[in-house]
T-cell receptor, first 113, second 111 residues
Framework: NAGVTQTPKFQVLKTGQSMTLQCAQD?????MSWYRQDPGMGLRLIHY???????DQGEVPNGYNVSRSTTEDFPLRLLSAAPSQTSVYFC????????????FGPGTRLTVL | QQQVKQSPQSLIVQKGGISIINCAYENTAFDYFPWYQQFPGKGPALLIAIRPDVSEKKEGRFTISFNKSAKQFSLHIMDSQPGDSATYFC??????????FGTGTSLTVIP
């Protein structure tokens, strides 16, 4: 199993550009989520999904969109990048939140100029 | 507003010593409290977790102590080793399946 994979590892954008951060898992996990990690802030939940076709907002959803068309993939879209979105983004997945741990991907470091 | 407050921000411990990291929360709807370990350039990885009906959980050198009435929980690393040097995050999950993380503690274990 590859676990949770994220692409790209690094990305530089200009203000106003759009892009999609990719996340995939091969563990048949139902629950997937996106976090951003900023210095001194810990990890903050952006969006999450409890299964294909179902998504919901987390703590900091503004400026981000998600969709979940398959169990395996959970892309995160930045519609119009802003410098405040400079961060490290982590995708995570788990089979069952009540019994299992979340497995995190290696992260995407995004810089918005 | 930080839902889970973590301290200290950084910690330096001698090899063989005990590392203690503390977290506090206010939301009584939290029902699961994991600790994550993160090495530079990597994603967080689950270290140990506890539910509020248990006051202590031990796995090897790592112990979580949980005080439900005080709404506090802590991670104790016994016999700390240089390989334990990492950033540690506490977290809490609410009944809506959302996780809230502490701000992290950078642990350095000196040989």
């Amino acid at each position: 199993n590859a676990g949770v994979t994220q692409t790209p590892k690094f990305q530089v954008l200009k203000t106003g550009q759009s892009m999609t951060l990719q996340c995939a898992q091969d563990m048949n996990h139902e629950y997937m989520s996106w976090y951003r990690q900023d210095p001194g802030m810990g990890l903050r939940l952006i969006h999450y999904s409890v299964g294909a076709g179902i998504t919901d907002q987390g703590e900091v959803p503004n400026g981000y969109n998600v969709s979940r068309s398959t169990t395996e993939d959970f892309p995160l879209r930045l519609l119009s990048a802003a410098p405040s979105q400079t961060s490290v983004y982590f995708c995570a997945s788990t089979w069952d939140l009540s019994t299992d741990t979340q497995y995190f991907g290696p992260g995407t470091r995004l810089t918005v100029l | 507003q930080q839902q889970v407050k973590q301290s200290p921000q950084s910690l330096i411990v001698q090899k063989g010593g005990i590392s203690i990291i503390n977290c506090a929360y206010e939301n009584t709807a939290f029902d699961y409290f994991p600790w994550y370990q993160q090495f530079p350039g990597k994603g967080p990885a689950l270290l140990i977790a506890i539910r509020p009906d248990v006051s202590e959980k031990k796995e090897g050198r790592f112990t979580i102590s949980f005080n439900k009435s005080a709404k506090q929980f802590s991670l104790h690393i016994m016999d700390s080793q240089p390989g334990d040097s990492a950033t540690y995050f506490c977290a809490a999950r609410n009944t809506g399946n959302q996780f809230y993380f502490g701000t992290g503690t950078s642990l350095t274990v000196i040989p």
